[in-house]
């Protein structure tokens, strides 16, 4: 196990995850590494409609693919719906368990931790990454200790995190702060790191692809549009396409585009000088989830890019917003990161790289519930006494 963490938690290790298959010994501790050969997908297509527990989640019906057990700590999550609004399709990840994306690698992650018997398990947070945590830590019976940026993530993503019960630490500093702390402490302590930088993670949400894909009958869309922030999803998105157009699952690959806010924009920058500098910023944007200004998964995501014919784009806060209030207004919802999806399609249709003809997929990443200050609008609220000649006054 020791010599496992030390992989995951040692920065400068190089760890490719890339045709390989993780798997302990007798003692739940070495881990030897093999991947032989992804499945036939008509096994995960027959899997779709199967009534086992383990079939029924969007994850585990992919489990050759991702971490080949039969015992798993999940909820079911996954199985999330896509939506058709205006010629945009949209996968609205805020649709599992805990409400993020999240739940995707966090069923995988705290499904190894628990074959490496570890007992506690922890992670740096802008809030859904501690919500899901806390939620299968719970599951799982292993202590939860999350590290959130004081005063920084939303109210909704804090009552749940500590409403699962995980051990909160708010670090007086940003999410890079609680990162680079989380990762010593997970070193010095002996604690299980479940950050994208755990490959586990990263092959739970490669899933969100493939039932994806399988969803639109494996005829792959032009674009697939996601939120970056600390770049997990990007990277798992790039492997996820890598590993279907290699099996040949896809005919052909869809392009990525991943979005950033312009607060928070260091993979823009970097994008911006095809990648010949990593680049920090002192992150600041509405979205708080994406509130990050020195991603830890920027190798990874670069290499996504590079392998779909990728690009990365900014939108402002004023943008998101308002492309926020577009995907509410639809009846569907999602907190204002999510919405940088759509902002960036209207961005890239207007400088005419995304063409109206494109088949286009936005990732939406998290409930419309999980960030409720974003949602309040003053405007729309009128208090009256409770006569009828006030309700008239009102809707006057
Ligand atoms: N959207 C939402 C709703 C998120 O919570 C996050 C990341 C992202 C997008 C960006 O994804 O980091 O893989 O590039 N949230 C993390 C967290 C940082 O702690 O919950 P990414």
Known sequence: MSEWLQCITNPDHRYSI??????????????????????????FDDRHTSRAAIDQSGVWRFREGVLNVDKAVTHPEGGTRLYERNGI????????????????????????????KATAVACASTGNTSSSLAAYAAQAGLKAIVFVPAGKISSGKLAQTLAYGATCLAIRGDFDAAMRLVREACDRFGIYLVNSINPFRIEG??????????DLGWDPPDWIVVPAGNLGNTSAFGKALREAYA????????????????????FYRSYQDSFATRHKVAAETVATAIRIGDPVSHDKAVAAIRDTNGIVEEVTDDELMAAKRTIDGMGIGCEPASATTLAGVQKLRAKGVMRDSERIVCVLT???????????????????????????????
């Not at 045709?19 to 008509?42: K, N, P, Q, W």
């Not at 996968?91 to 190894?112: C, I, L, W, Y």
């Not at 005919?251 to 924009?265: F, H, K, T």
Request: glycine share 6%.
């Open 18 to 43: 890339d045709e390989i298959r993780y798997t302990c010994d007798a003692d739940g501790g070495l881990l030897s590494v093999e991947r032989d050969h992804i499945v036939d997908r008509d096994a």
């Open 205 to 214: 949400q490669k899933t969100i692809i493939w039932e994806l894909l399988q």
């Open 366 to 396: 998290g409930h419309i519930l999980k960030d409720p200050e974003a949602n309040f609008r003053a405007e729309r609220v009128v208090e009256i006494d409770a006569h009828l000649d006030a309700v008239e006054r009102a809707l006057q």
């Open 89 to 116: 399709l949209f996968k609205h990840e805020g649709e599992n368990p805990t409400g993020s994306f999240k739940d995707r690698g966090m069923t995988v992650a705290v499904t190894q931790a628990v074959r490496l």
């Open 247 to 266: 099996a040949k699952w896809i005919p052909r690959m869809p392009r990525l585009a991943s979005i950033q806010a312009r607060g928070a924009n260091p």
